[in-house]
């Protein structure tokens, strides 16, 4: 079979590019390996729940993201802007006062950082929300960690916030991620809304899929090797002008047969069933004294009352790096549950355990997969651009549109 480009993944950058290549005119064909759309995002429904894979949410400022979708059918339910931080055995809150002026005082009064720090995170967050984002990729290269001391903030503050915060989105709390991507979702944060689809975050890909053509995507029909401009599966040989290689870092690195494998940060997350929500905030809940395995829980079904049924709610924990191993994670959450909310959590039932580990990339250097590896052959992902949704959208806009370029150069 021949086609204009053959796309091997259909995750959100082959669906991205596939959708702006269909635009165009371009026929395609887009080869995936598991049996859905979507990569590594998407949802299962578990007794009526609605689980994620892993702790996932949309942020709404996403600029290519915004533009490509279609954001009211996604029927998006929006966070609080703000957050919980557990210290000394009590749930405190933080809120972007700008959003909510209203609790300004309480999140003033909240024992979390110094005053100074909470005039730096107001700083911060203007600094960021009026910086054009190709103006934030080239800001001076260092770790997050190092931008934060730099800007003056406090030990206490980075422990008892940041690291809860966004190590919760890069899913490492030593916070060694780019400043770069710090500053990027801290601007994105800033401009909207952390959110999740009604019908769960396979709605995302799901939508994407749906604007192809029928037949343009084969599912459970991995990829086994690319020669020129030729690619075989099991079964077939499939030809094209051009191949686009939209897999994750590992199946890209395997593909083009590179030495070295890329490094994978990893998650856990356990769901819960609960009679009651532990709070009724449409927050997320960090530990702030870093004492535990837990990283953070939400309570998606406060977000999205479409995520359980009836009068239920779904309760969901994320453990990141080393916290992830060993045996008896339920045990020593449900202990550290306990702690948090008391005697009820025992009623609470375990629908499942998410292990992913392969859930983003790590810091990858920007120069290992160039976008065009070389004639006819291109690259697309999150590990080409940055680790979220938006870089993987983004990429995959990316690659079609270096695809149409160089088809207009040759014509």
């Given at each position: 079979?021949?086609?204009?480009?053959?796309?091997?993944?259909?995750?959100?950058?082959?669906?991205?590019?596939?959708?702006?290549?269909?635009?165009?005119?371009?026929?395609?064909?887009?080869?995936?390996?598991?049996?859905?759309?979507?990569?590594?995002?998407?949802?299962?429904?578990?007794?009526?729940?609605?689980?994620?894979?892993?702790?996932?949410?949309?942020?709404?400022?996403?600029?290519?993201?915004?533009?490509?979708?279609?954001?009211?059918?996604?029927?998006?339910?929006?966070?609080?802007?703000?957050?919980?931080?557990?210290?000394?055995?009590?749930?405190?809150?933080?809120?972007?006062?700008?959003?909510?002026?209203?609790?300004?005082?309480?999140?003033?009064?909240?024992?979390?950082?110094?005053?100074?720090?909470?005039?730096?995170?107001?700083?911060?967050?203007?600094?960021?929300?009026?910086?054009?984002?190709?103006?934030?990729?080239?800001?001076?290269?260092?770790?997050?960690?190092?931008?934060?001391?730099?800007?003056?903030?406090?030990?206490?503050?980075?422990?008892?916030?940041?690291?809860?915060?966004?190590?919760?989105?890069?899913?490492?709390?030593?916070?060694?991620?780019?400043?770069?991507?710090?500053?990027?979702?801290?601007?994105?944060?800033?401009?909207?809304?952390?959110?999740?689809?009604?019908?769960?975050?396979?709605?995302?890909?799901?939508?994407?899929?749906?604007?192809?053509?029928?037949?343009?995507?084969?599912?459970?029909?991995?990829?086994?090797?690319?020669?020129?401009?030729?690619?075989?599966t099991d079964e077939e040989e499939f030809t094209a002008?051009?191949?686009?290689?939209?897999?994750?870092?590992?199946?890209?690195?395997?593909?083009?047969?590179?030495?070295?494998?890329?490094?994978?940060?990893?998650?856990?997350?356990?769901?819960?069933?609960?009679?009651?929500?532990?709070?009724?905030?449409?927050?997320?809940?960090?530990?702030?004294d870093r004492k535990g395995i837990i990283h953070h829980?939400?309570?998606?079904?406060?977000?999205?009352?479409?995520?359980?049924?009836?009068?239920?709610?779904?309760?969901?924990?994320?453990?990141?790096?080393?916290?992830?191993?060993?045996?008896?994670?339920?045990?020593?959450?449900?202990?550290?549950?306990?702690?948090?909310?008391?005697?009820?959590?025992?009623?609470?039932?375990?629908?499942?355990?998410?292990?992913?580990?392969?859930?983003?990339?790590?810091?990858?250097?920007?120069?290992?997969?160039?976008?065009?590896?070389?004639?006819?052959?291109?690259?697309?992902?999150?590990?080409v651009r940055n680790a979220s949704i938006e870089g993987?959208?983004?990429?995959?806009?990316?690659?079609?549109?270096?695809?149409?370029?160089?088809?207009?150069?040759?014509?």
């Open positions: 079979m021949k086609v204009d480009t053959l796309i091997i993944g259909a995750g959100l950058s082959g669906l991205a590019a596939a959708a702006r290549l269909h635009e165009s005119g371009q026929s395609f064909l887009i080869l995936e390996a598991s049996d859905a759309v979507g990569g590594r995002v998407g949802t299962e429904t578990v007794d009526g729940f609605l689980i994620d894979r892993g702790f996932q949410v949309f942020l709404d400022a996403y600029p290519e993201s915004s533009a490509l979708l279609n954001l009211e059918q996604l029927d998006l339910r929006a966070f609080e802007p703000g957050a919980l931080v557990w210290k000394g055995g009590k749930l405190h809150c933080l809120m972007d006062v700008f959003r909510r002026p209203d609790a300004f005082l309480s999140s003033l009064a909240a024992p979390i950082g110094t005053l100074s720090d909470k005039w730096r995170v107001v700083r911060l967050r203007e600094r960021f929300r009026k910086m054009p984002v190709e103006q934030i990729w080239t800001l001076p290269e260092q770790s997050t960690l190092e931008f934060l001391k730099g800007e003056g903030f406090s030990r206490e503050m980075i422990d008892l916030f940041f690291r809860g915060f966004y190590g919760g989105i890069f899913l490492e709390d030593e916070l060694t991620t780019s400043a770069r991507m710090f500053a990027f979702t801290f601007g994105m944060f800033a401009r909207g809304r952390a959110t999740l689809p009604a019908s769960g975050m396979k709605a995302i890909p799901e939508q994407l899929a749906s604007r192809l053509p029928p037949g343009s995507i084969r599912l459970s029909c991995p990829v086994r090797k690319i020669e020129g401009k030729s690619v075989r002008k051009q191949i686009l290689l939209a897999t994750d870092a590992t199946q890209a690195s395997i593909l083009l047969k590179k030495s070295s494998t890329p490094a994978w940060r990893r998650t856990a997350s356990l769901s819960f069933s609960a009679d009651e929500s532990p709070y009724s905030d449409r927050l997320i809940a960090l530990r702030g829980l939400t309570v998606p079904s406060n977000v999205a009352p479409t995520y359980s049924p009836d009068t239920k709610s779904l309760v969901s924990v994320t453990l990141v790096g080393n916290s992830c191993e060993g045996a008896g994670l339920e045990s020593q959450v449900r202990r550290e549950l306990l702690d948090w909310f008391g005697p009820a959590t025992a009623t609470w039932r375990l629908l499942r355990i998410d292990s992913i580990n392969e859930a983003l990339p790590a810091n990858i250097p920007f120069d290992r997969f160039p976008p065009k590896v070389s004639d006819g052959i291109y690259i697309a992902g999150d590990h993987a959208i983004g990429s995959g806009i990316r690659a079609a549109e270096n695809i149409l370029g160089d088809c207009i150069q040759k014509i």
